[in-house]
T-cell receptor
Framework: DTGVSQDPRHKITKRGQNVTFRCDPI?????LYWYRQTLGQGPEFLTY????????KSRLLSDRFSAERPKGSFSTLEIQRTEQGDSAMYLC?????????????FGQGTRLTVV | QKEVEQDPGPLSVPEGAIVSLNCTYS??????FMWYRQYSRKGPELLMY????GNKEDGRFTAQVDKSSKYISLFIRDSQPSDSATYLC???????????FGAGTILRVKS
């Protein structure tokens, strides 16, 4: 499978616990994005990497959220001290260098439930 | 007011109908426009991509962008039950920039 891969697909955690999600982008895609989607809404931008550099973070991304992309390959999104409001689908997307095309391709998402 | 407005539906049509899905937006600087299809509990799947104004056709799907009216459309011809999904419009200011999504329109095609 050469698409964007996310792990785990589902995560149930207790309030206050830390969680970490992983995203493996399409090979050779240098741009990687994280979005959050709640029921009945479109995805909302969280943060964006070009190679290993984190170029933009949304105001939605509180201090409890941190994302990394070491070596410009896979990325992780960590949420510390989870709250019930963090329950959502966390989507990762990647896009290729500008000389190829401009579309963003999404993974299947990680569904987080905070109880 | 949201940057991108999209009627959530649901929109229910008989099989074979022509479907029209629309979004309006407020930021005239948007240049790239996309339509994604999302099945329940799955990630969005890119359907159509358009740069600036104009039309683009791909099989049963046609995307239209009218930048003067800040209005984009997706037409689906000969709709099938398998087209039943949520359709999300998305747009960005420049290449590689973050996408701003509409809330999505739920489409149901009845056989």
């Amino acid at each position: 499978d050469t698409g964007v891969s996310q792990d785990p697909r589902h995560k149930i955690t207790k309030r206050g616990q830390n969680v970490t999600f992983r995203c493996d982008p399409i090979s050779e895609h240098n741009r990687l994005y994280w979005y959050r989607q709640t029921l009945g809404q479109g995805p909302e931008f969280l943060t964006y990497f070009q190679n290993e550099a984190q170029l933009e973070k949304s105001r939605l991304l509180s201090d409890r959220f941190s994302a990394e992309r070491p070596k410009g390959s896979f990325s992780t999104l960590e949420i510390q001290r989870t709250e019930q409001g963090d329950s959502a689908m966390y989507l990762c997307a990647s896009s290729p260098p500008s000389s190829h095309s401009t579309e963003a391709f999404f993974g299947q998402g990680t569904r987080l439930t905070v109880v | 007011q949201k940057e991108v407005e999209q009627d959530p539906g649901p929109l229910s049509v008989p099989e074979g109908a022509i479907v029209s899905l629309n979004c309006t937006y407020s930021n005239s600087a948007f240049q790239y426009f996309m339509w994604y299809r999302q099945y329940s509990r799955k990630g969005p799947e890119l359907l159509m991509y358009t740069y600036s104004s104009g039309n683009k056709e791909d099989g049963r799907f046609t995307a239209q962008v009218d930048k003067s009216s800040k209005y984009i459309s997706l037409f689906i011809r000969d709709s099938q039950p398998s087209d039943s999904a949520t359709y999300l419009c998305a747009m960005s200011l420049e290449y590689g920039n973050k996408l701003v999504f509409g809330a999505g329109t739920i489409l149901r095609v009845k056989s």
